[in-house]
């Protein structure tokens, strides 16, 4: 710990680069999580309002309709099943739609059906499992239809897809090249003090003692990037939206996503500084 | 203490650089290894110092023999074999005193004792008085005795020395020389590599281990 502090009093200012150039790498890809996070929330939101909504006969009994309530929350796929009655319908249609309160007033028979409402597992909102789920509701003889907007579901779930594809590429994309930017930076470091390595292998340093202060630097280093990466990210996250964009809120990124990023971050530099040193000071000592 | 059986050593670009090399050099014995540039001295010392091993034949320094050797063991045989270059290797920012300090630091020397075995090391080879200088202040043959001081740091049973004098003055390379003959009175074996021709003809009482073109042509104790 003692040389690795030493380290950093020796050479500030290169380590001072190596934060900041790994940090920069990581604020690219934390700032790609941010949006990315963002996106994936507004389609998860979208997605929860997928409804399977099956209308009822009107002489469909309160026994039959209990039990296939039942039947309909023991699918695996179904979340919940909500019941809305005639009268509850009308009801809502008398709230929801203002411009025809007098037509619904003047009615002396209500003619909207009961239905049942079926939300989705997550997991489950897939076109196929949104279709079986409205086969499966249809199948009841007092069921007149069952409907689910088949095609904006199809459209959805292709967004998710796409949005999933996108994130993997530019973000697997993001993530090399911070990897590869830590790898440099780091080896930069070890190879600055390739001076310092070879005296310590002419006079009998253990390959053990010279690696382990450049592990914990890479590891510091890694740790420190990270860190700066995580509040520049933050920085944006709230000076950004509220002077450029017209969005109302914006999530944080959760904290799992935070705490893995930073000692991800960490463990990187842990290992560029190991493949570095592994092979300044290997060499001298030949084969194992 | 070194014997050198059959050497050989090739390198994928260069081609061969030693041939059929054998020598023994004994405890507490000094000798000259001469040669024009190219010769194979270089490739001698390390091979002894294990920092490369023969492409053939064997290599044995004390206990430690090039083909049995294990990679952990060989800090253990470099503390036994100190390595002084023409070019001194000293670190810039470190002072002569910080620099031998360093060599005692990373083999493991407690804290405590480095202080005063700096001194001694530094009064050894004459630069007590210089300890807080950084080489830019020190004449080639001060940083010389420095890089000395610093190889007698892990109290080697042998001193190997690439071309030492070969940036000094007259002066100062009989200076260091001298400093060389006194660590080999003390009980040191000392193997030195030259080109100076003239220098070890002024010192015909000392062994010299002559090579051409990787060949070993000539060993004036034969």
């Given at each position: 710990?003692?040389?690795?502090?030493?380290?950093?009093?020796?050479?500030?200012?290169?380590?001072?680069?190596?934060?900041?150039?790994?940090?920069?790498?990581?604020?690219?890809?934390?700032?790609?999580?941010?949006?990315?996070?963002?996106?994936?929330?507004?389609?998860?939101?979208?997605?929860?309002?997928?409804?399977?909504?099956?209308?009822?006969?009107?002489?469909?009994?309160?026994?039959?309709?209990?039990?296939?309530?039942?039947?309909?929350?023991?699918?695996?796929?179904?979340?919940?099943?909500?019941?809305?009655?005639?009268?509850?319908?009308?009801?809502?249609?008398?709230?929801?739609?203002?411009?025809?309160?007098?037509?619904?007033?003047?009615?002396?028979?209500?003619?909207?059906?009961?239905?049942?409402?079926?939300?989705?597992?997550?997991?489950?909102?897939?076109?196929?499992?949104?279709?079986?789920?409205?086969?499966?509701?249809?199948?009841?003889?007092?069921?007149?239809?069952?409907?689910?907007?088949?095609?904006?579901?199809?459209?959805?779930?292709?967004?998710?897809?796409?949005?999933?594809?996108?994130?993997?590429?530019?973000?697997?994309?993001?993530?090399?090249?911070?990897?590869?930017?830590?790898?440099?930076?780091?080896?930069?470091?070890?190879?600055?003090?390739?001076?310092?390595?070879?005296?310590?292998q002419i006079v009998?340093?253990?390959?053990?003692?010279?690696?382990?202060?450049?592990?914990?630097?890479?590891?510091?280093?890694?740790?420190?990037?990270?860190?700066?990466?995580?509040?520049?990210?933050?920085?944006a996250y709230i000076?950004?939206?509220?002077?450029?964009?017209?969005?109302?809120?914006?999530?944080?990124?959760?904290?799992?996503?935070?705490?893995?990023?930073?000692?991800?971050?960490?463990?990187?530099?842990?290992?560029?500084?190991?493949?570095?040193?592994?092979?300044?000071?290997?060499?001298?000592?030949?084969?194992? | 203490?070194?014997?050198?059986?059959?050497?050989?050593?090739?390198?994928?670009?260069?081609?061969?650089?030693?041939?059929?090399?054998?020598?023994?050099?004994?405890?507490?014995?000094?000798?000259?290894?001469?040669?024009?540039?190219?010769?194979?001295?270089?490739?001698?010392?390390?091979?002894?110092?294990?920092?490369?091993?023969?492409?053939?034949?064997?290599?044995?320094?004390?206990?430690?023999?090039?083909?049995?050797?294990?990679?952990?063991?060989?800090?253990?045989?470099?503390?036994?074999?100190?390595?002084?270059?023409?070019?001194?290797?000293?670190?810039?920012?470190?002072?002569?005193?910080?620099?031998?300090?360093?060599?005692?630091?990373?083999?493991?020397?407690?804290?405590?004792?480095?202080?005063?075995?700096?001194?001694?090391?530094?009064?050894?080879?004459?630069?007590?008085?210089?300890?807080?200088?950084?080489?830019?202040?020190?004449?080639?043959?001060?940083?010389?005795r420095v890089a000395?001081?610093?190889?007698?740091?892990?109290?080697?049973?042998?001193?190997?020395?690439?071309?030492?004098?070969?940036?000094?003055?007259?002066?100062?390379?009989?200076?260091?020389?001298?400093?060389?003959?006194?660590?080999?009175?003390?009980?040191?074996?000392?193997?030195?590599?030259?080109?100076?021709?003239?220098?070890?003809?002024?010192?015909?009482?000392?062994?010299?281990?002559?090579?051409?073109?990787?060949?070993?042509?000539?060993?004036?104790?034969?």
């Amino acid at each position: 710990m003692r040389e690795a502090l030493a380290g950093f009093r020796r050479t500030p200012l290169l380590c001072a680069l190596s934060v900041g150039a790994v940090g920069l790498s990581l604020v690219i890809l934390g700032l790609f999580g941010l949006v990315a996070h963002n996106i994936g929330g507004a389609i998860g939101d979208v997605e929860r309002r997928v409804e399977v909504v099956g209308y009822l006969l009107d002489d469909a009994g309160p026994e039959q309709v209990r039990a296939a309530r039942r039947e309909l929350e023991a699918l695996p796929a179904v979340e919940s099943v909500r019941y809305v009655s005639k009268d509850e319908a009308l009801e809502r249609a008398r709230r929801d739609l203002v411009e025809f309160s007098n037509v619904y007033g003047a009615l002396q028979v209500n003619p909207l059906p009961a239905s049942f409402h079926l939300r989705l597992r997550e997991g489950f909102r897939t076109p196929e499992t949104v279709s079986e789920t409205a086969r499966a509701l249809a199948a009841y003889p007092f069921i007149e239809e069952a409907r689910f907007g088949d095609e904006w579901v199809e459209r959805l779930f292709a967004l998710r897809t796409a949005a999933a594809g996108i994130a993997l590429a530019l973000g697997g994309g993001f993530a090399l090249v911070a990897v590869l930017l830590i790898v440099t930076t780091v080896r930069m470091a070890v190879l600055a003090r390739g001076e310092e390595i070879e005296i310590m292998q002419i006079v009998g340093a253990r390959e053990g003692y010279i690696q382990r202060p450049f592990l914990l630097e890479g590891a510091v280093t890694g740790l420190a990037g990270g860190l700066l990466a995580l509040g520049v990210t933050r920085l944006a996250y709230i000076v950004f939206p509220a002077r450029f964009v017209a969005v109302e809120s914006l999530a944080w990124l959760p904290h799992a996503w935070t705490a893995a990023g930073v000692a991800a971050a960490a463990v990187l530099g842990l290992l560029a500084a190991a493949s570095s040193v592994h092979r300044e000071v290997g060499r001298a000592y030949g084969p194992s | 203490m070194i014997s050198l059986r059959d050497v050989s050593k090739a390198y994928p670009r260069s081609g061969d650089a030693l041939r059929g090399v054998s020598f023994r050099l004994r405890k507490g014995e000094f000798a000259f290894l001469t040669g024009p540039s190219g010769a194979g001295k270089s490739t001698v010392l390390e091979l002894i110092h294990f920092q490369t091993r023969p492409t053939e034949g064997e290599v044995q320094v004390s206990r430690y023999n090039s083909r049995r050797v294990r990679r952990r063991d060989i800090p253990a045989l470099r503390r036994r074999v100190g390595f002084v270059f023409q070019d001194f290797k000293l670190l810039e920012r470190m002072t002569a005193a910080e620099n031998v300090a360093f060599a005692l630091e990373v083999i493991g020397t407690p804290r405590r004792e480095i202080a005063g075995r700096v001194q001694r090391l530094l009064s050894q080879v004459g630069l007590a008085a210089r300890a807080s200088s950084r080489p830019s202040e020190l004449s080639g043959g001060e940083r010389q005795r420095v890089a000395v001081a610093r190889a007698l740091a892990t109290e080697p049973r042998i001193l190997l020395a690439d071309e030492p004098t070969g940036n000094l003055d007259p002066d100062a390379s009989g200076g260091v020389f001298e400093l060389f003959r006194m660590l080999n009175r003390l009980g040191t074996a000392v193997l030195m590599a030259t080109h100076d021709a003239d220098f070890v003809r002024r010192h015909r009482e000392i062994r010299r281990l002559e090579l051409q073109d990787g060949r070993l042509v000539g060993d004036s104790a034969a």
